[in-house]
């Protein structure tokens, strides 16, 4: 991923990771407020240090090619600007995951079929059809895999 440029795909795993981890948490906490936060901030630094060491590997990739000693362009510019950009995308990784567990997290007990919360597999399964697109695959399938990964997360939270 180059500098300051967001991949949608980041955005939508993003979302999916704090739908799912709100769904096998959810039973097991009970405090909105509480998982709402925990997941947020774990995906929120998550992203940031996998971000860093993105920007951080291009710029030794760049030391490499200039034949610089390693560690050169550390207190440059481009080191200030690759922990920008790396903040950056990790405070909007955090927005989407707190997007993405508030809306699990105040959808999941309002309508619901034996132990499965319906709204968040449906939500699911409409960004299992979107994830289809990056990958170029069968729709269709997406959505049901998303919505199978649904199933199965809320039903591993009610046992946990």
């Not at 991949?7 to 709100?22: A, H, I, K, N, P």
């Not at 992203?47 to 490499?64: G, N």
């Not at 959808?107 to 299992?128: C, D, E, N, Q, S």
């Amino acid at each position: 991923m180059s500098m300051a440029g967001i991949d949608g795909r980041y955005l939508v795993l993003g979302f999916l990771d704090s739908v799912l981890t709100t769904l096998v948490l959810g039973e097991a906490m009970r405090s909105t407020i509480k998982l709402v936060a925990i997941v947020t901030t774990i995906n929120l630094i998550t992203a940031f240090m996998a971000e860093y060491i993105e920007e951080r590997s291009s710029l030794s990739h760049i030391e490499r090619a200039l034949l610089m000693r390693r560690g050169s362009l550390l207190r440059t510019s481009l080191h200030r600007r690759a922990i920008y950009d790396a903040l950056i995308k990790g405070l909007v990784f955090g927005a989407v995951s707190l997007l993405g567990a508030s809306v699990t997290n105040y959808t999941m007990y309002l309508v619901r079929v034996f132990w499965i919360p319906v709204i968040p597999v449906i939500i699911l399964g409409a960004f299992g059809t979107l994830m289809s697109r990056y990958f170029r695959g069968n729709a269709v399938l997406w959505l049901v895999l998303y919505v199978i990964l649904g199933i199965a997360m809320s039903f591993i939270g009610t046992i946990v």
